[in-house]
T-cell receptor, first 112, second 117 residues
Framework: DGGITQSPKYLFRKEGQNVTLSCEQN?????MYWYRQDPGQGLRLIYY???????QKGDIAEGYSVSREKKESFPLTVTSAQKNPTAFYLC???????????FGAGSRLTVL | DQQVKQNSPSLSVQEGRISILNCDYT??????FLWYKKYPAEGPTFLIS?????DKNEDGRFTVFLNKSAKHLSLHIVPSQPGDSAVYFC????????????????FGGGTRLMVKP
């Protein structure tokens, strides 16, 4: 079964620590996205990548970093510079321009 | 400034009745609209979409209506079922984004639908 796998599902970290959220897809999709969900604010775009070794900042990229070394993988690092990192993070992929986004199940990060 | 707004954070409907979820947008460049459904602790799943060249798209119990002059779209679910209880997100994109920066979607804040048996 093709899909998107995000891990871990739940993550607790102390303030000041960097954390990396994993996103892997076996759909052979070209584009991948990271969104953040906060209550009442919908989904906000953090970073996106249309092809391997290339990625672009979204609306709220500050305090985050990504890499796209392989087509299947698009990990997100939440750095200590992110002022309010506690949130639900969603990874998505898309076959090509105009295609529907397919989402993973999400990772909930709580910073203590 | 939110370009896509869902002004009702929640909606409660009796099973078998119609559910109407509303969405307003401000960016006149948006020309493609989607609805996603999300259960707790899961990722959103695509439900239905509509292009700006149409004013209605239907798929089974789900119909999306688009009023371009009012910059308003709505999702109708008839008849509503308890399994429809979820958060519904409206999303939009524009052709420039799709041609130059991938299909980035702008999402609304979501409406939580509760269908009571």
């Amino acid at each position: 079964d093709g899909g998107i796998t995000q891990s871990p599902k739940y993550l607790f970290r102390k303030e000041g620590q960097n954390v990396t959220l994993s996103c892997e897809q076996n759909l052979n999709h070209d584009a991948m996205y990271w969104y953040r969900q906060d209550p009442g604010q919908g989904l906000r775009l953090i970073y996106y990548s249309q092809i391997v070794n290339d990625f672009q900042k979204g609306d709220i990229a500050e305090g985050y970093s990504v890499s796209r070394e392989k087509k299947e993988s698009f990990p997100l690092t939440v750095t200590s510079a992110q002022k309010n990192p506690t949130a639900f993070y969603l990874c998505a992929s898309q076959k090509g321009p105009g295609g529907v986004l397919t989402f993973g199940a999400g990772s909930r990060l709580t910073v203590l | 400034d939110q370009q896509v707004k869902q002004n009702s954070p929640s909606l409660s409907v009796q099973e078998g009745r119609i559910s109407i979820l509303n969405c307003d947008y401000t960016n006149s460049m948006f020309d493609y609209f989607l609805w996603y459904k999300k259960y707790p602790a899961e990722g959103p799943t695509f439900l239905i979409s509509i292009s700006s060249i149409k004013d209605k798209n239907e798929d089974g119990r789900f119909t999306v209506f688009l009023n371009k002059s009012a910059k308003h779209l709505s999702l109708h679910i008839v008849p509503s079922q308890p399994g429809d209880s979820a958060v519904y997100f409206c999303a939009a994109s524009d052709r420039f984004q799709r041609n130059n920066a991938g299909n980035m979607l702008t999402f609304g804040g979501g409406t939580r639908l509760m269908v009571k048996p």
